[in-house]
């Protein structure tokens, strides 16, 4: 039988520990590439994603525009569906003063509004102190930053509150059920008859793009807020 010299016990160790050199060094590659896949999938996601809404500004945009060339003409439909290029994309035009607004309304329904969507307990309070300093809302998702909600409640929100009324109350003949709900009997106003929210629909449902004064000739009608 022969003998194992060192040096044969030596090249072998070295073989091994070269082997386990080999097979680390793959494993570390393997990671490598994996971390690199997910980070370019996720890359191209991203980009996918912001193409995507790039487009529904655009899109959006570009429905406002006409809805405001349109002129009160636009104002005599409750919904209309848009040609090509739109893809049959359906808008719904809401009169303002159906809705809630955040500067105007009266503290008794601006409170029974927080309650009912969900808001922190002191939300009512916190917009009244925020507005003693003569300060406004300029767009309904303001309000979130000022009494500290979660951001989730504007999906509820965008149906019941606007900031281009003006009213202390609401007017029942163009409000929505959700509004009804919350409003009271003396909480009653005149419709706006120009301005409108314009929601339009989609996957996952109806969505505020922005608010469009309708003035009685397209040269008087001005876009308030794109979103």
């Given amino acids: 039988m022969m003998k194992t010299t060192a040096r044969q ?3 072998s160790g ?4 070269a082997i386990i050199v080999v097979l680390s060094s793959l494993l570390i590659l393997t990671i490598l590439f994996a971390i690199a896949s997910q980070r370019s999938m996720a890359h191209v996601q991203t980009q ?3 193409r995507y809404l790039a487009k ?10 006409i809805l405001r060339d349109m002129g009160d003409e636009a104002a005599s439909f409750d919904t209309l569906t848009l040609p090509v290029p739109f893809e049959g994309a359906t808008v719904r035009l809401q009169d303002v003063g159906g809705l809630i607004d955040l500067n105007t309304a009266s503290p008794e329904l601006l409170e029974r509004m927080f309650d009912v969507v969900g808001f922190p307990e002191d939300a009512a309070r916190s917009v ?3 507005k003693q300093d003569g300060q ?4 309904i998702d303001d309000v979130i930053r000022v009494t500290n909600a979660d951001a989730i409640l504007l ?3 965008q149906f019941v509150a606007t900031v281009h009324s003006g009213r202390r109350g609401i007017a029942p003949s ?9 409003a009271a009997v003396n909480d009653e106003a005149a419709p706006s008859m120009a301005n409108f929210a314009v929601y339009r629909a989609g996957r996952q449902g109806e969505r505020l793009i922005g608010v469009v004064n309708l003035g009685s000739s397209a040269t008087q009608s001005r876009l308030l807020e794109m979103r």
């Fill in 48 to 50: 996918s994603a912001e």
């Fill in 155 to 157: 999906d509820d929100m």
């Fill in 14 to 17: 070295q073989s091994g520990f």
């Fill in 136 to 139: 406004r809302f300029i767009r």
């Fill in 56 to 65: 529904q500004r655009h899109e959006n945009a570009a429905i406002l525009t």
């Fill in 174 to 182: 163009v409000a929505l059920d959700a509004v009804l709900e919350i």
């Fill in 9 to 11: 016990y030596r090249t």
């Fill in 128 to 130: 009244r102190d925020w």
